[in-house]
């Protein structure tokens, strides 16, 4: 990301709502991480989506929120780059979701969407690629992932589905991820009926955040 380039006028509108009446850097770089976490929920969706669309949508994926926060840091002119992480422990979230497969519209579908949407669910593969930014901040780099929301990560551990994630490699720092994310396009696994599997997981996705939204914070912490 070149800390050169001008920041959009959408993003330095959003940091200065955001880090109004903060009292130091760290303080202003939290608000920004809580809002990206939380308020952008996590949803699947293109690698290479565009981080403006991602404030106009209210979700993201892993990428998607990193160069999102990323944007907003540099509108407060705080250091940014990214790391690439190759991780395991996702296995929980999509095998539920496979094994629940009449929650939501796919039990409305043809037959033929039907299993092509849990075939897909069920080729992927074992480790996950995932984005996470760096911030430099009282002279030292700290990782932050935004990744996944507070509800949704509420939910997946009273619904008994959590797990930690576990980083198998790691590549970086990056001060750009543009080409890798162009890479990585090229490398997708599910191409049949993509839009489905983005649905039908999401929905579920969304499932699965309301359990952690229907339990007061305090009786969820007595499960984990």
């Known amino acids: ?67 999102l926060a990323a944007e907003l840091f540099r509108a407060i002119q705080i250091p940014v780059r990214f790391k690439v992480l190759q991780i395991s422990g996702e296995e929980g979230l999509f095998n539920n979701i496979a094994d629940h497969p009449d929650e939501c519209f796919l039990s409305q579908l043809k037959r033929q969407d039907r299993e092509c949407v849990l075939r897909s669910i069920r080729s992927l593969p074992p480790q996950r690629d995932h984005i996470i930014v760096q911030v430099f901040l009282d002279d030292e780099w700290i990782d932050l992932d935004l990744a996944r929301d507070e509800m949704l990560d509420r939910g997946m551990r009273l619904t008994g589905i959590w797990r930690q994630r576990q980083v198998l490699n790691e590549m970086g720092p990056f001060s750009s991820i543009d080409d890798w994310l162009k890479q990585r396009m090229q490398l997708r696994t599910v191409l049949e009926c993509r839009q489905l599997f983005f649905d039908f997981v999401n929905q579920h996705i969304d499932r699965i955040r309301r359990a952690g939204e229907e339990v007061p914070k305090d009786e969820s912490k007595q499960t984990e």
């Open 1 to 67: 990301m070149d800390e050169f380039r001008p920041v959009s006028d959408i993003y330095r509108r959003k940091a200065e709502e955001l880090v109004s009446g903060a009292g130091s850097p760290r303080e202003a770089v939290e608000r920004i991480a809580g809002y990206v976490r939380n308020d952008i929920l996590y949803r699947l969706d293109e690698w290479d989506t565009n981080p403006e669309d991602v404030l106009k949508k209210g979700y993201g994926m892993c990428a998607g929120k990193a160069l």
